[in-house]
């Protein structure tokens, strides 16, 4: 919040949001492997 309140931080807030963005979708790829792992593993 406070680097959008700064002058030309715009920039550092967006960077900010996309790697959050991304590792969110990194955890929940990484979430549904293990999960599906788990299932074959279960299921031997």
């Known amino acids: 919040y406070t ?3 700064t ?18 979708l990194v955890s929940l790829l990484i979430s549904e492997w293990l999960a599906r792992l788990s299932r074959q593993r279960m299921g031997k």
């Open 3 to 5: 680097l959008i309140q």
């Open 7 to 24: 002058p030309g931080g715009e920039g550092a807030a967006a960077r900010l949001c996309l790697i959050s963005i991304a590792l969110a």
